[in-house]
Each structure stands twice: as C-alpha cells, then as structure tokens.
C-alpha cells in the first residue's frame, strides 16, 4: 500500500531564515506530487507540482521553490522566509499503486510552518 | 477566472440532523469534482464525480454533480459528532489533475 510522508511536522522559523520542508512517498512509483499551502481557516492552495524527477510547475509567483531530486521525493524550499509564508504546508500524490491507478490525491500529514 | 464557492460557510447542527453542503464551481478544462473531510491535518477523501447525475454513496454519506448547472452537493444523514470537520469541494483540471479547493465548510455537530 502506497504511504506519504512529510516531516517535519511543526517548524518555528523567524523572519529572513532558510527552510526546507520534504515529502516522500512509498509505495508507487513516477507519481504526480504536489504542494498545497493551507492557511488558518482557508481553503487549500496549490503551490507547485510535478509530473516527473526535475520537473516542476509554479501555479503563483511567490517565495517560495520546490524541487523533485528523486522519483519518490519533493522538497519545499525558501532561501528567506517572510511572515506570509505561514501556514499549513501539505503533500499530496496521485498515480498508480498496487496495480490500481487513482486518480484522486492523496494527502500527507502536513507540516504547520509558523513564521515570526 | 477558474474559481470554487461552498456554502455554508460554517453550520452548527445536532446529532441525527441531516445536513447539505454546496459547491459552485467554474472551470475552463474540468476533470472532476471532489469532495475531502478535513479533521485535524490532512484531508481525507470522500468522493469523485465526473458524470452527471450519478450519485456516489458511502454509508450515511452521499453526492451528486450536475454538470450543466457547474454544481455539486454533500449530503449527510443521521449526523454524529465525528462528524465534525471542514469539508472541502475541489475541481481537477489540466493535465496532472491539478486541484483547485473553496474555502471549505465548517460542519460542528453537536450531542
């Protein structure tokens, strides 16, 4: 059975710093991987996504950059983080898994980023 | 522009109450519609629509999509207070299924 992970998952960060937030999944491969920021009472916005190992797509200009170093692996990262950048961060996959193609994604645990 | 509207924004209901959420959308190359819940962390999924029509069910909860009105509902019946959560509407489009989320709805159901 397929299984995301994301770690870590509370960070408290101040102004200016670097971070790096990362998701890993387990159980299929070459799936779609995507990024969604949560903010306090808001629905989920999609940040970025990837199709394949190097590929990445932006869906809104920001602070933030992600990348896909492996099949399995998408990091999250910002070079300096600005107070916005709180929220709630979550991974999600979408593909094929035990033989079975989904096309609904699946979430990973999340990691609640508070930025001051 | 591509957008997502739920409504209610948030509904207090008391246990057995039936309850029906919506979920408006416009989307240029739409996929599917698709419903989560939403408890502490991460959302879970409930359902997937692409046909109209055609209700999806599972257990006291059910949905249906009408394409052509570009609306969908959530309904939940003999409500429990496991119950509570936000339940969030998202459309899939383009070509990796990218999903687009409403604000959600606040679902407290109470004893």
């Known amino acids: 059975s397929q299984t995301i992970h994301q770690w870590p998952a509370t960070l408290v960060q101040p102004v200016g710093s670097p971070l790096s937030l990362e998701c890993t999944v387990e159980g299929t491969s070459n799936p779609n991987l995507y990024w969604y920021r949560q903010a306090a009472g808001r629905g989920l916005q999609l940040l970025f996504y990837?199709?394949?190992?190097?590929?990445i797509s932006s869906e809104v200009p920001q602070n933030l950059s992600a990348s896909r170093p492996q099949d399995r692996q998408f990091i999250l990262s910002s070079k300096k983080l600005l107070l916005s950048d709180s929220g709630f961060y979550l991974c999600?996959?979408?593909?094929?898994?035990?033989?079975?193609?989904?096309?609904?994604?699946?979430f990973g645990p999340g990691t609640r980023l508070t930025v001051l | 522009e591509d957008k997502v509207v739920q409504s209610p924004l948030s509904l207090v209901v008391h246990e057995g109450d039936t309850v029906t959420l919506n979920c408006s959308y416009e989307?240029?190359?739409?996929?599917?519609l698709l419903w989560y819940k939403q408890e502490k962390k991460a959302p879970t999924f409930l359902f997937m629509l692409t046909s109209s029509g055609i209700e999806k069910k599972s257990g006291r909860l059910s949905s249906i999509l009408d394409k052509k009105e570009l609306f969908s509902i959530l309904n939940i019946t003999a409500t429990q207070t496991g119950d509570s959560a936000i339940y969030l509407c998202?459309?899939?489009?383009?070509?990796?299924?990218?999903?687009?989320f409403g604000s959600g709805t606040q679902l407290t159901v109470l004893p």
């Open positions: 990837s199709v394949g190992i190097g590929q």
């Open positions: 999600a996959w979408l593909g094929t898994s035990g033989g079975k193609t989904y096309n609904e994604q699946f």
């Open positions: 998202a459309y899939s489009s383009g070509s990796a299924r990218q999903l687009t």
């Open positions: 989307v240029t190359n739409f996929r599917s």
